[in-house]
């Protein structure tokens, strides 16, 4: 064969590794958000959640070393943790401080029923847990982790003084020059933001603030997660809305004679889906 040939044809070859590879990412996270192994109740929420739009716009890719801080219900680890498993790649939970001697003993049990959730290795891959809070120590190694997702929490944050500063920190830290923090939060545009963040909304200004702050640079926005029937004004604030649904204040049990109507016909809350990097 000629030499000229020949190179063009190994020329070729080599141009469609990249296209080969994206294709098999795309097909692990499909595959993943697919999973028969997923709650019905994860699986309800996804026309209001968009798991694969949003992993795939955060820029997650095999191999990859993810940290969820906060994972609550384990929404996104039953995606991300199987996605791991079938990418060679590590999920990592930041869950409750057991280092914490504040800590209640509610929040030790939640931990260790989470932790038994996702015990199963043929499902979930080794699955890793890491102590998280205000005072925790660091997530991980400086420079060990490829991305790290926050989804609706750092309005949890925000109304303790000192704390979003030290949890940004900590992301910021842990990963890799060029790495992503990826955020979700319910967004408090075009109504204001009230006693930061105590209502469960947030600015996107003040998000990005928080963020650059801890030296991140915003890398992108998207609009996949919003939801212009949300007014923002609900008597119980975001929470007045699904999947919440809380109908009386805090504390108090629920009211039945609440009009429920109107937050259902919303829907789930209109929220900021944010790309931050780690300048390289």
Do not use: C
Request: aromatic share 8%; net charge positive; proline share 8%.
């Amino acid at each position: 064969m000629p030499a000229r040939r020949h190179l063009l044809i190994l020329a070729a070859a080599a141009a469609l590794v990249p296209a080969t590879s994206a294709l098999a990412a795309d097909a692990a996270l499909k595959a993943a958000v697919a999973s028969p192994d997923r709650t019905p109740a994860s699986v309800a929420r996804d026309g209001a959640r968009h798991p694969y739009e949003s992993l795939a716009f955060w820029g997650l890719k095999p191999g990859q070393t993810v940290i969820e801080v906060s994972p609550g219900g384990g929404y996104w680890t039953e995606i991300l943790a199987p996605y791991a498993k079938a990418t060679k790649g590590t999920y990592v939970a930041g869950v409750a401080d057991l280092a914490n001697p504040k800590l209640s003993e509610g929040a030790r049990k939640g931990r260790a029923a989470f932790e038994a959730r996702f015990a199963d290795e043929a499902k979930y891959g080794k699955v890793k847990f890491v102590d998280f809070g205000p005072v925790a120590a660091p997530l991980g190694a400086p420079g060990s982790a490829d991305l790290v997702l926050t989804a609706r929490n750092v309005h949890n944050w925000t109304v303790q003084p000192g704390t979003a500063e030290k949890l940004f920190a900590d992301f910021f830290a842990v990963l890799k020059p060029g790495g992503v923090l990826a955020v979700e939060e319910h967004r408090a545009e075009p109504a204001d933001e009230k006693s930061a963040g105590a209502n469960g909304y947030l600015s996107t200004a003040t998000v990005v603030a928080l963020a650059e702050k801890a030296g991140f640079k915003l890398d992108a926005k998207s609009e996949v997660n919003a939801n212009p029937k949300d007014t923002k004004d609900h008597p119980f604030g975001v929470w007045t809305l699904p999947p919440v649904r809380q109908s009386a204040p805090s504390g108090q049990p629920a009211d039945p004679n609440f009009d429920r109507a109107k937050y259902d016909a919303i829907g789930e809350s209109d929220r900021m889906t944010l790309r931050f990097k780690k300048p390289a």
